[in-house]
């Protein structure tokens, strides 16, 4: 093909001048089009901003965020980090954040795991399992999560017994009542630093034994087995450790005082309501995004590794399943987003998250719309860029490499 | 073709964005009378305060003052279009011009009245913050609550008079924070919480509505001061006065002993000069607000007074039945607070 500046001159003759040639230039045309947009875009953004600032003056609304250092006020019925009603709204947004984030980060390992199953399962050439997936994923994936939210929450969390009638699990290791689900929470001591120090050494040296086994095996053929090892590492040197330091742990139960159980470790019902609705409902989508995945593998692998001797399940785990990542990944982060996104529904059920905590109490107390907003926002479209920036980069090492 | 959407998409905005700074100059007044209706800011349905019943109506309390300064205004109590939003939004859509008032159980505080660009015109009601438990728990004083979960609505100002309240008492508590009333009211009807807070005029409200009211009771403290009353926008004093006066001819004519029964009949034969003076037989108070000199009258006659709006949605014979007799809402001259200036 001719170059485009060539195509023109001989289409209107070498005398023409520069300015039209360049105009016939598509490359050129292109970069001005977009100079002129983009100057439009900054402009209208700029026009919405001052005209914003201005209409707000002129209502008498104040601006800015000088009020993330006032003192806050109020209290927080669930809070990962410390917080004290005298703490300032900036510490409200912090609580909300590491709520959101609990929730989700949770969420997104749950989803997986089960979605995998579900996903597996509908594949499978049992006909009572694979029917029970495949119901399992149209129920859930087409009834609205608010809806889901609702059911586990007024449905199942809320007509468990009153603290005083109690679930008490494995001896009262365990409470579940419509307050909560309680666990007995282990409490470290002075000296139990150096037990973790010993853990992290014991995980530090179990993944060097993989890989000198590794890298033996792909040496000679032969893997040698280093679980003694590492159980040594992992599980004895930690254990003596401990019990050397004089075991500095102790056990707080949860015990019922008052209205309800005290100590230990707890979260209420809403949080455990939008977790399993989240795991539950994003889990559908996971089985289906891992069922294409599979199928999109070709069945010639699957036969290539059988005739190799291969059993089902290492065929799975090592022909399938990687190749089966290239078609899943990409669809999983946009899944992984959206437990991100949807957990802000956490607002119905008084789940205090960051919409709860920052878009409902702080913008009532504190009136700052926009900045409120506009800090909201910017969070969730960091964790979002986050999340897809991390499994983009996972993505790009799982993708067939061409040569 | 990615290009052409980007641009409309610029163009649309900034459009919209013109859109919306313009067309603030005319009075709310003439604005609403031009318009022929009056936009009237209410809550979500709250028994007795703003209720909308099978044929899409408003009644209540609060209502009735949206209702009472239409009838002013535009001497029809029923040209108004209601607008419930949730109680988050409630400033920004005041203050956005979405509404021409709000009247729905708002509480009148420092800081929403100088720092959203709101003014609050005066009290309809005297209502403080209490705490609703059931019968069953026993408890008997708010002194008894170190450690409950406590049901409380977001968006309000109860949140903060909450974590005080326990903070002064030395007490620890665990707020159950919900955004919508009906989801909360189904946690405490099942026990997710031990306490349900709100304002009382609100508890008792809600609480005419559960299963079996009997069942529940309203303890006797109250935590704060909450001051109800309807809102304008800042920066119109004429339309903030036609409010407000609304509210005061409805005092003043309970106090005068004028009703929706014997206006006529006031108006044509009282001999009391103020009587004459807030019905538009004499004087000229109306200019001032910009109003023809029967709009007290419309507000009495098509209304009533404060004294029978308060029977008529909220007082001992209904449902929500809150005793006004002995409480702060009973006028001043039956020791409470309920109290006007003079109409001279």
């Known amino acids: 093909m001719n170059s485009p500046v060539r195509a023109g001159n001989t289409a209107h003759g070498p005398e023409r001048s520069r300015f039209s040639r360049m105009a016939s230039d598509p490359k050129i045309r292109g970069l001005v ?5 983009g100057t439009l875009i900054v402009l209208a953004g700029y026009y919405l901003v001052s005209q914003t600032i201005y209409n707000m003056e002129k209502r008498g609304l104040t601006t800015g965020f000088d009020f993330l250092s006032s ?3 109020f209290s927080i019925g669930f809070h990962l980090i410390d917080y004290q009603p005298t703490d300032t709204f900036g510490r409200v947004f912090l609580v909300g954040v590491v709520n959101t984030l609990f929730v989700s980060v949770i969420a997104i390992i749950f989803a997986t795991l089960f979605g995998f199953i579900m996903g597996i399962a509908r594949l499978s050439h049992n006909w009572l399992i694979a029917r029970l997936a495949a119901s399992y994923v149209e129920i859930v994936r087409n009834t609205p999560l608010l809806l889901q939210i ?21 001896f009262g290791v365990f409470v579940l009542n419509n307050r909560g689900f309680y666990a007995t929470a282990a409490v470290p001591g002075e000296l139990f630093w150096i037990t973790g120090i010993a853990i992290i050494a014991g995980l530090a040296l179990t993944f060097m034994f993989r890989r000198a086994a590794r890298a033996q095996r792909e040496a000679t053929g032969d893997a040698p087995s280093y679980a003694w090892k590492a159980l040594a590492v992992l599980v004895a040197a930690p254990a003596a450790v401990f019990v050397l330091t004089g075991a500095p742990l102790t056990w707080e139960v949860p015990t019922l005082k008052g209205f309800n159980y005290q100590g230990g470790w707890a979260v209420p019902p809403p949080f455990l309501a939008l977790l399993i609705a989240l795991t539950v409902y994003t889990s559908a989508f996971i089985a289906e995004i891992v069922r294409a995945g599979i199928q999109s593998v070709g069945k010639g692998q699957t036969e290539a590794a059988l005739s190799l001797g291969l059993p089902r399940s290492r065929t799975l785990k090592l022909v399938v399943i990687p190749q089966a990542m290239r078609a899943i990944i990409p669809p999983l982060i946009s899944q992984y987003l959206n437990i991100v996104k949807n957990s802000s529904l956490a607002v119905a059920i008084a789940y205090p998250d960051l919409v709860g905590l920052w878009m409902q109490t702080s913008l009532n107390q504190a009136g700052r719309a926009i900045e409120i907003v506009a800090t909201t926002m910017l969070f969730y479209m960091v964790v979002s860029l986050s999340i897809s920036g991390l499994l983009n980069i996972y993505n790009r090492r799982v993708q067939l490499q061409e040569r | 073709m990615k290009l052409k959407h980007t641009v409309m998409a610029a163009a649309a905005l900034a459009v919209g964005a013109t859109a919306s700074a313009q067309a603030k100059d005319k009075s709310t007044l003439q604005v609403v ?12 349905p709250n028994p007795g305060f703003y209720n909308l019943d099978s044929n899409g109506n408003w009644s209540g309390h609060d209502v009735a003052f949206c209702r009472a300064v239409a009838a002013a205004v535009l001497g029809d109590p029923s040209k108004i279009e209601f607008q419930s939003v949730t109680s988050q939004v409630r400033f920004t859509s005041l203050a956005n011009g979405e509404s021409d008032m709000l009247s729905r159980t708002t509480t009148w505080t420092a800081t929403r009245d100088t720092q959203l660009g709101l003014d609050f015109t005066t009290v309809t009601m005297y209502d403080g913050q209490g705490f609703l438990v059931s019968k069953e728990s026993g408890i008997t004083s708010s002194k008894e609550l170190d450690g409950a979960a406590v049901c409380v609505l977001t968006g309000t100002t109860t949140e903060l008079n909450l974590s005080d309240y326990f903070r002064s008492q030395g007490m620890n508590f665990k707020p159950v924070t919900f955004e919508d009333v009906n989801v909360l009211i189904e946690t405490f009807l099942k026990g997710g919480c031990d306490v349900y807070t709100n304002d009382k005029s609100g508890l008792a409200s809600r609480r005419s509505a559960f299963p079996d009211p009997s069942k529940y009771t309203i303890l006797p403290e109250t935590i704060s001061k909450e001051p109800l009353g309807p809102v304008v926008r800042e920066g119109d004093n004429q339309w903030g006065d036609i409010v407000r006066w609304s509210v005061f001819a409805m005092i003043t004519a309970e106090e005068l002993g004028i009703n929706s029964g014997n206006v006529d009949d006031m108006r044509a034969n009282s001999k009391n000069p103020e009587v004459r003076r807030l019905l538009g037989a004499e004087g000229n108070l109306h200019t001032g607000l910009g109003l023809s000199n029967d709009w007290a009258y419309n507000i009495i006659k098509m209304v009533g007074n404060y004294g029978e709006v308060y029977e008529r949605y909220i007082g001992e014979k209904t449902p929500v039945n809150i005793p006004r007799a002995g409480s702060l809402n009973a006028l001043w001259t039956n020791g409470g607070l309920i109290y006007s200036p003079p109409f001279r």
């Open chain 1, 71 to 73: 003192t806050a006020g």
């Open chain 2, 33 to 44: 009378q031009d318009r022929g209706y009056m936009n009237c800011q209410v809550g979500q």
């Open chain 1, 150 to 170: 609702f059911v586990w929450y007024l449905g199942v969390f809320t007509l468990l017994p009153p603290p005083k009638q109690a679930f008490e699990l494995v």
């Open chain 1, 33 to 37: 089009a977009q100079a002129i947009v």
